[in-house]
């Protein structure tokens, strides 16, 4: 139990193009999914904490504008990178809690790498 | 916020010898201390975890200890194999749909 999915695993695309990622509880659900992006060979960097209904909650530093984050079911939360730059290249991994029971426990994704050229 | 250190980043080890990592966190009040895998171009996996009331825990190969009142924590793996080569992370939160503060890693080797 306790898997997560993310769609696609890796995508290319065009500077100034928008890049939608998909991330989905399939065996559970999940009130709270997280939103990670992380360097070569660096930690994971908490980017915002997507709640179903409402608004994300983003770390410091991070573009709300840029980054739109969609939590709209139990199940799926989705993460759009907008006007998208070289810069933007990174590995995204999401991550979901347990609706209830234990609720501390994040289960991750498999990571969508990102490639903007 | 929380702050995570991690040591070593990097760690070679004979098969079949123990590695062992170390954290140090600082929020007093963090209370979930979880270890993850992550093996190339994965997302982390959770490979076990530890909560404050706890001191120990083990999972066959695997195991953590905790002191809260130094705010460290460590995993222990016994007996390695080529297949716990990886990156681990440990990690602390407050629990509960808090958000989880991650170390910078140590990436482990172990040598056939």
């Known amino acids: 139990g306790a898997v997560v999915s993310q769609h696609p695993s890796r995508v290319i695309c065009k500077s100034g193009t928008s890049v939608k990622i998909e991330c989905r509880s399939l065996?559970?659900?999940?009130?709270?999914m997280f939103w990670y992006r992380q360097f070569p060979k660096q930690s994971l960097m908490l980017m915002a904490t997507?709640?179903?209904?409402?608004?994300?909650?983003?770390e410091q530093g991070v573009e709300k504008d840029k980054f739109l984050i969609n939590h709209a079911s139990l199940t799926l939360s989705t993460l759009t990178v907008t006007s998208a730059h070289p810069e933007d290249s990174s590995f995204y991994i999401c991550?979901?809690?347990?609706?209830?029971?234990?609720?501390?426990?994040?289960?991750f994704g498999p990571g969508t790498r990102l490639t903007v050229l | 916020g929380e702050n995570v250190e991690q040591h070593p980043s990097t760690l070679s080890v004979q098969e079949g010898d123990s590695a062992v990592i170390k954290c140090t966190y600082s929020d007093s009040a963090s209370n979930y201390f979880p270890w993850y895998k992550q093996e190339l171009g994965k997302g982390p996996q959770l490979i076990i975890d530890i909560r404050s009331n706890v001191g120990e825990k083990k999972d066959q190969r695997i195991a953590v200890t905790l002191n809260k009142t130094a705010k460290h924590f460590s995993l222990h793996i016994t007996e390695t194999q080529p297949e716990d080569s990886a990156v681990y992370f440990c990690a602390a939160s407050r629990g509960g749909y808090q958000k989880v503060t991650f170390g910078t890693g140590t990436k482990l080797q172990v040598i056939p």
């Open positions: 991550s979901a809690s347990w609706t209830s029971g234990d609720t501390d426990t994040q289960y």
């Open positions: 997507s709640n179903e209904g409402s608004k994300a909650t983003y």
């Open positions: 065996d559970f659900q999940a009130t709270t």
